[in-house]
């Protein structure tokens, strides 16, 4: 006969919070939802969710994304595990946190069940937010800021078809400093991971610049052969 096992002390409850971030019009934002039930009703926060019993973290991270903004095979990975005592008025509950990065042309912000609204802000416009989601999205920035120097994620925030000044204006915006165009175009074009489509931006007034595509199978090919990308 199997013998069972009980564990007698408290346990906590295990949450999913992501920051989702997009990026459109020169502008980084993150996705918000407000929320329809206690605690913090009518109050803006991340996504998020309780782990089911049956599922790992990522397993949770992608139903919640699912259910709560009906985003579906976006770039995400685990961020940091929140732990604070008090940071949820509910319960002792423990959050691993997410990020995720999406092009923002190709996803409509969509509230799920428990949520009355789904909205992108700007990083620095954001509410005041539920929670400790206002640390969580601090701590996000900071990966990001590091992360975008060393590994080509930023292609993420990007609709498929670019602009060198469209890249450059990102990289830009996440580190909060102005960079040498000539330097900057000399530099990521001399990596060859952009593809040139022989293309042009169409209905502009001013001159129609060339249209580029990041060329993730070259990215793959040089990183096993020790290639390091930094910008």
């Keep these: 006969m199997k013998k069972e096992f009980y564990y007698k002390y408290e346990r906590p409850a295990v949450t999913i919070d992501a920051v989702i971030f997009g990026f459109a019009e020169a502008s980084l934002k993150v996705l ?18 309780f782990i089911q019993m049956k599922e790992t973290a990522d397993e949770g991270a992608n139903r919640i994304l699912k259910k709560e903004t009906n985003l579906i095979g976006v770039f995400m990975e685990q961020l940091y595990t929140f732990t604070d005592i008090k940071r949820d008025p509910r ?31 700007e990083i ?15 701590t996000a920035i900071q990966r ?64 129609a610049a060339k249209l580029y595509k990041f060329d993730k199978n070259k990215y793959d090919e040089l990183m096993k052969k020790g290639f390091n990308f930094e910008l």
Excluded: C
């Design 32 to 49: 918000l939802i407000k929320r329809g039930i206690e605690p913090f009703k009518g109050k803006w926060a991340l996504p998020g969710g």
């Design 91 to 121: 319960e002792r509950i423990i959050s691993i946190a997410y990020f995720a990065l999406v092009k923002q042309e190709n996803y409509h912000a969509q509230a799920g069940d428990d949520e009355t609204s789904a909205e992108w802000f």
């Design 124 to 138: 620095d416009k954001l509410p005041k937010l539920a929670f400790d989601h206002e640390k969580i999205v601090s």
């Design 144 to 207: 990001l800021k590091g992360k975008i120097r060393y590994q080509p994620i930023g292609f993420e925030l990007l609709p498929e078809k670019f602009k060198l000044s469209q890249l450059q204006d990102l990289y830009e915006v996440i580190l909060e400093i102005p960079i040498d165009k000539r330097n900057f175009r000399k530099k990521i074009l001399q990596m060859e991971l952009l593809k040139d489509l022989d293309e042009k931006e169409t209905n502009v007034a001013h001159k």
